[in-house]
């Protein structure tokens, strides 16, 4: 996976450092337990964005393939976590100014949000899978019918130009 952008400093502190995706991800693939990769995630999630600014950096976008992986491969904690994730950046999150566009797939500028939101329209049929999914009695269902209800309502953009 390709993690792109460059460091951000203030002072002595790193606040971007798209190396602590990559980190957060050989931990998700190496944990052995439920709560390993419940925590795997949420570090993968510190590494790409400020969840006290409600912003993203452009290592959001493959984080987000990532996240959707979780969603398809592993029930329970960390399905809901990553679908947390999901819920919680649609519309709400933005890029961090200077952060806004990253490259997509075939190498062209697109925007951070719009990337994310792509791959997660993309991704439907999991997400239907998982809301169907009768089976799970966590709160997974529920929050993959709200993603999925997200997507139907409008853009990533248009819910933020509402609010």
């Not at 062209?108 to 089976?135: C, G």
Request: glycine residues 8%; positive net charge; hydrophobic residues 45%.
């Amino acid at each position: 996976m390709r993690w792109t952008g460059g460091r951000r400093w203030i002072g002595s502190q790193c606040l971007y450092r798209p190396e602590a995706a990559a980190d957060a991800v050989r931990d998700l693939a190496a944990s052995v337990s439920v709560a390993g990769a419940a925590l795997a995630v949420g570090r993968l999630v510190d590494a790409v964005g400020n969840d006290h600014r409600g912003t993203l950096y452009p290592a959001a976008v493959p984080a987000v393939s990532v996240l959707l992986k979780v969603i398809r491969h592993l029930p329970g904690k960390p399905r809901i976590e990553a679908l947390g994730v999901l819920l919680d950046w649609w519309g709400c999150f933005a890029p961090k100014p200077g952060y806004a566009s990253t490259q997509d797939d075939d190498g062209r500028p697109a925007e951070v949000t719009e990337a994310v939101e792509r791959q997660i329209r993309t991704a439907a049929d999991v997400l239907r899978t998982v809301a169907s999914d009768r089976s799970d009695g966590s709160p997974a269902r529920k929050m993959a019918k709200d993603l999925l209800a997200l997507l139907d309502a409008g853009s990533w953009s248009e819910l933020a130009a509402s609010r």
